[in-house]
C-alpha cells in the first residue's frame, strides 16, 4: 500500500483542525479550552508560530506558520509527530480527568497548506466567524475561545502575528 501522507513544510502557513468523535465534545469547561491552548504553546512553541485560533465545543481550527527547524533532519515528520503528540497528550488527560476512555479526535488532524494571500485571508475570515456560523454568538467579538480579541487589541497571549495578520487587511472592519 502506497504512503499517501503529505507533509508539512517549513516557513508555510497551515490550516490545522480537527474535531471530535461523533457527537463528542472537545472542551466541557473553561478550564478545557484554556488547558488546550496552554498545552499548544507548550508543545508546538518551537516549531510553529500561531496565527489564529478557534475552539468550539466540538471542534478547532488552527492558523500556523512552520518554523524552519533545520537543514538536514526531516521537518514534516517531525511537524507532524509534534501535532500528533499534542492531541495525543490532551486527549490522554481530558479521557483521566472526564473518567472516559477511547478516541477523542476523528481521525487523524487535517491540515491545508495556504498557499497565496487571499487564501490566507479567507481562512483567517473563517476562522473567526466559525462561532457565528454555528450559531454558538451573535457576533464574532462575543467568542471567547479564539483569537480574534487578542489580535484586535494588539496583545499577545497565543498568537504571535498579531500585527502581520492586521497587514493582511486593509481594514480591521473586514475581520468582523
Known amino acids: 500500500m502506497a504512503n499517501n501522507i503529505i507533509f508539512m513544510k ?15 465534545k472537545l472542551f466541557l469547561s473553561d478550564s478545557n479550552f484554556r488547558f ?6 507548550e508543545n508546538l512553541k518551537g516549531y510553529v508560530s500561531l496565527y489564529a485560533y478557534c475552539l468550539m465545543p466540538n471542534h478547532f481550527h488552527f492558523l500556523v506558520k512552520t518554523k524552519n527547524l533545520c537543514e538536514t533532519e ?3 515528520k517531525i511537524y507532524s509527530r509534534r501535532f500528533s503528540n499534542y492531541f495525543n497528550s490532551y486527549a490522554k488527560s481530558f479521557n483521566k480527568f472526564n473518567k472516559r ?14 498557499d497565496t494571500m487571499e487564501y ?5 475570515l473563517y476562522i473567526h466567524q466559525n462561532p457565528v456560523k454555528h ?3 451573535n ?11 487578542e489580535i484586535i487589541s494588539g496583545k499577545s497571549i497565543y498568537c504571535q502575528g498579531n500585527s502581520e ?6 481594514s480591521l472592519d473586514i475581520l468582523k
Open 74 to 76: 526531516d521537518q514534516g
Open 139 to 149: 457576533k464574532i467579538d462575543e467568542w471567547k475561545y479564539s483569537s480574534y480579541k
Open 120 to 124: 490566507l485571508r479567507s481562512v483567517t
Open 36 to 41: 488546550f491552548l496552554d498545552s499548544f504553546t
Open 165 to 170: 495578520m492586521i497587514g493582511w487587511f486593509r
Open 135 to 137: 450559531g454558538y454568538v
Open 101 to 114: 476512555k477511547g478516541s477523542l479526535f476523528s481521525q487523524n488532524f487535517k491540515k491545508k497548506e495556504i
Open 10 to 24: 517549513p516557513e508555510k502557513f497551515y490550516h490545522i483542525y480537527n474535531r471530535a468523535c461523533g457527537f463528542e
